[in-house]
């Protein structure tokens, strides 16, 4: 065993959680017992050992996604200890920029251990002299976001691991008020004040010398996300409503209510929940894994639309802070939009009104769609690229929108800086309402885009891996052996993006361009055991090339689909062979 039984007796006598001391207490009875036994027991103490040795193999790293990590016992899992020592490291960091009575608000979701967590949190804050404030229930991350700058916090925590597995918790943190107050207040953390935080809580000494009042924080009433509903209800003008039937499924997380709410508010009362689905469960029992990405989790959704005759989809991951969408195609079958399709149908409704208003700017990440800079573009506003994640995208100065190819969109930086769930779906329904007035869908606006920008076509290639090792050996791979060619096309730039650059900070990605202008983008993911290759090609539409003008743009769009769907196919299998897992 690499860990001492020393090592692991000193932490179970630290840790407040009667659940998880039991559970260490046994792994090390079970380890310590094993030597000199045989058969079952020896194989019980070989498996007590690994996970020993696992646990306190080193410290659950405090970065800029905060914490994130499966629940359980030792410094390697998310737990009390973990998030009240991340929570006095934080407090520390706080007094020193803003003194006492720096405040923080708190916001939790329905996971197993989060209200806990956020207790703890509060209870950290308000023994170092600072003011906590926690949200009132288990509610979606938008709100806790919306809750920093609405009440000029000077940090906001949200306990949630988003749409990670069931046995896994959380821990992001967002800075504002005081410590934060240039475009990015009130957004998600990135560095140095990421490290400076980690150092604060690597100086944190044993938990039971950590202040934790019994009482002192304060729990707000539901005025937060009042007013909140109140701002979402806003984006959709009075009288745009119309009649539409909406689906709606939180896939077992905290936004069914809020989301059904805020649709009601801005005029959308057709609205079904999927009730297998509706009420928060943190054992997402309908789904194997609560991320609307994965194959099979609108499942239910389409079932639901069938039966009521939906007119659209929208399913919100479990902390809400992500928006999927699906409409029905001319032949009545369920099409789940892409993430890069509904970034580019909101951005065009964003860019129409920051044009009228005569400034703003549009960002996406570097592995989103380029499409959106098109868009920019032909309305005279500017566009930024940025690293992956919403930490980077709502810092951009004269941001009105912004957008990541993994469905998050962000359609009112003013008020929440961070990707959110409910005010995309709300904007994305009184588009499509407004598309059903003119005889049109959202199909069809994709159309129009297709035929004014090019036929913008892009994949998601992930491969998940027990072995985090063989991700960095794929990446080292690539380097030392870029691809010549991908789908029949030489590939003519090759950007190692750990370099950066003026216009882009070093993060761990390969991006290679093609002849024909078709795009790869590779990097490890930053929250799961994946790697993920963004593909995307570019196919005329129209008398552009390929097609003499025709008056059918949706034949010329089916056409240029067609084509598209080939070369991705061929992108896929070539980025497979390159990759090698």
Same mark, same amino acid.
């Given at each position: 065993?690499?860990?001492?039984?020393?090592?692991?007796?000193?932490?179970?006598?630290?840790?407040?959680?009667r659940?998880?001391?039991?559970?260490?207490?046994?792994?090390?009875?079970?380890?310590?017992?094993?030597?000199?036994?045989?058969?079952?027991?020896?194989?019980?103490?070989?498996?007590?050992?690994?996970?020993?040795? #696992?646990?306190?193999?080193?410290?659950?790293?405090?970065?800029?996604?905060?914490?994130?990590?499966?629940?359980?016992?030792?410094?390697?899992?998310?737990?009390?200890?973990?998030?009240?020592?991340?929570?006095?490291?934080?407090?520390?960091?706080?007094?020193?920029?803003?003194?006492?009575?720096?405040?923080v608000?708190?916001?939790?979701?329905?996971?197993?251990?989060s209200?806990?967590?956020?207790?703890?949190?509060?209870?950290v804050?308000?023994?170092?002299?600072?003011?906590?404030?926690?949200?009132?229930?288990?509610?979606?991350?938008?709100?806790?976001?919306?809750?920093?700058?609405?009440?000029?916090?000077?940090?906001?925590?949200?306990?949630?691991?988003s749409?990670?597995?069931?046995?896994?918790?959380?821990?992001?943190?967002?800075?504002?008020?005081?410590?934060?107050?240039?475009?990015?207040?009130?957004?998600?953390?990135?560095?140095?004040?990421?490290?400076?935080?980690?150092?604060?809580?690597?100086?944190?000494?044993?938990?039971?010398?950590?202040?934790?009042?019994?009482?002192?924080?304060?729990?707000?009433?539901?005025?937060?996300?009042?007013?909140?509903?109140?701002?979402?209800?806003?984006?959709?003008?009075?009288?745009?409503?119309?009649?539409?039937?909406?689906?709606?499924?939180?896939?077992?997380?905290?936004?069914?209510?809020?989301?059904?709410?805020?649709?009601?508010?801005?005029?959308?009362?057709?609205?079904?929940?999927?009730?297998e689905?509706?009420?928060?469960?943190?054992?997402?029992?309908?789904?194997?894994?609560?991320?609307?990405?994965?194959?099979g989790?609108?499942?239910?959704?389409?079932?639901?639309?069938?039966?009521?005759?939906?007119?659209?989809?929208?399913?919100?991951?479990?902390?809400?802070?992500?928006?999927?969408?699906?409409?029905?195609?001319?032949?009545?079958?369920?099409?789940?939009?892409?993430?890069?399709?509904v970034?580019?149908?909101?951005?065009?409704?964003?860019?129409?009104?920051?044009?009228?208003?005569g400034?703003?700017?549009?960002?996406?990440?570097?592995?989103?769609?380029?499409l959106?800079?098109?868009?920019?573009?032909?309305?005279?506003?500017?566009?930024?690229?940025?690293?992956?994640?919403?930490?980077?995208?709502?810092?951009?100065?004269?941001?009105?929108?912004?957008?990541?190819?993994?469905?998050?969109?962000?359609?009112?930086?003013?008020?929440?800086? #961070?990707?959110?769930?409910?005010?995309?779906?709300?904007?994305?329904?009184?588009?499509?309402?407004?598309?059903?007035?003119?005889?049109?869908?959202?199909?069809?606006?994709?159309?129009?885009?297709?035929?004014?920008?090019?036929?913008?076509?892009?994949?998601?290639?992930?491969?998940?891996?027990? #072995?985090?090792?063989?991700?960095?050996?794929?990446?080292?791979?690539?380097?030392?052996?870029?691809?010549?060619?991908?789908?029949?096309?030489?590939?003519?730039?090759?950007?190692?993006?750990?370099?950066?650059?003026?216009?882009?900070?070093?993060?761990?990605?390969?991006?290679?361009?093609?002849?024909?202008?078709?795009?790869?983008?590779?990097?490890?993911?930053?929250?799961?055991?994946?790697?993920?290759?963004y593909?995307?090609?570019?196919v005329?539409?129209?008398?552009?090339?390929?097609?003499?003008?025709?008056?059918?743009?949706?034949?010329?769009?089916?056409?240029?689909?067609?084509?598209a769907?080939?070369?991705?196919?061929?992108?896929?299998?070539?980025?497979?062979?390159?990759?090698g897992?």
């Amino acid at each position: 065993m690499n860990v001492t039984v020393e090592e692991v007796q000193a932490w179970i006598d630290q840790d407040p959680d009667r659940s998880t001391r039991a559970e260490l207490t046994e792994l090390l009875a079970t380890a310590t017992a094993a030597p000199g036994r045989t058969g079952p027991d020896a194989e019980a103490g070989s498996r007590a050992v690994a996970e020993l040795d #696992d646990r306190f193999s080193g410290p659950l790293e405090f970065g800029t996604a905060g914490l994130r990590g499966a629940l359980g016992g030792g410094p390697r899992r998310m737990n009390r200890v973990v998030v009240i020592r991340a929570a006095a490291g934080l407090s520390a960091f706080l007094h020193e920029r803003v003194g006492a009575g720096f405040v923080v608000v708190i916001g939790y979701d329905a996971r197993y251990g989060s209200h806990r967590f956020a207790e703890d949190t509060a209870a950290v804050v308000t023994g170092a002299g600072g003011r906590a404030l926690l949200l009132p229930a288990a509610l979606p991350t938008p709100v806790l976001a919306f809750a920093v700058r609405h009440l000029g916090a000077d940090a906001g925590v949200m306990v949630t691991a988003s749409h990670n597995p069931p046995q896994d918790n959380g821990y992001k943190v967002y800075l504002g008020g005081r410590v934060v107050t240039d475009a990015g207040q009130g957004a998600q953390i990135v560095p140095p004040y990421d490290r400076e935080i980690a150092d604060r809580i690597a100086a944190v000494g044993p938990v039971p010398d950590v202040p934790r009042p019994e009482s002192g924080w304060e729990v707000l009433g539901d005025e937060v996300r009042g007013a909140y509903l109140q701002r979402v209800a806003g984006l959709a003008p009075a009288g745009h409503a119309h009649d539409l039937r909406i689906v709606v499924t939180p896939l077992h997380g905290v936004g069914g209510a809020m989301v059904a709410e805020a649709l009601a508010r801005a005029g959308f009362t057709d609205v079904h929940l999927v009730p297998e689905q509706a009420d928060p469960d943190p054992d997402f029992p309908t789904v194997e894994f609560p991320n609307p990405e994965e194959p099979g989790a609108l499942d239910l959704s389409v079932a639901l639309a069938q039966r009521v005759r939906a007119d659209i989809i929208v399913a919100n991951d479990p902390d809400t802070d992500r928006c999927s969408i699906a409409v029905p195609d001319s032949r009545g079958r369920w099409r789940q939009l892409t993430g890069d399709e509904v970034g580019a149908l909101l951005g065009q409704q964003a860019a129409t009104v920051a044009a009228f208003r005569g400034q703003g700017v549009l960002a996406s990440s570097i592995v989103s769609s380029r499409l959106l800079a098109h868009i920019a573009a032909a309305h005279g506003l500017q566009h930024r690229t940025t690293l992956t994640g919403f930490k980077w995208i709502s810092r951009v100065e004269g941001l009105v929108f912004g957008y990541e190819e993994a469905l998050g969109y962000c359609v009112d930086p003013g008020a929440v800086r #961070d990707k959110d769930g409910i005010s995309a779906a709300v904007r994305i329904a009184m588009l499509a309402a407004r598309q059903r007035t003119q005889g049109a869908s959202l199909l069809d606006a994709l159309d129009q885009l297709a035929v004014e920008h090019g036929l913008h076509a892009t994949a998601p290639l992930s491969v998940r891996v027990e #072995d985090l090792s063989l991700i960095a050996e794929a990446m080292t791979r690539l380097r030392e052996q870029p691809p010549a060619t991908l789908a029949g096309s030489p590939v003519v730039q090759t950007t190692d993006l750990a370099e950066g650059s003026a216009d882009l900070p070093s993060t761990d990605g390969l991006l290679y361009l093609t002849a024909e202008g078709d795009r790869v983008i590779v990097r490890p993911s930053g929250t799961e055991p994946k790697l993920k290759c963004y593909l995307e090609v570019v196919v005329p539409v129209g008398g552009r090339d390929q097609f003499a003008a025709p008056e059918d743009t949706t034949a010329a769009t089916a056409a240029a689909r067609e084509i598209a769907e080939e070369r991705l196919s061929r992108l896929r299998a070539d980025v497979t062979a390159a990759v090698g897992l």
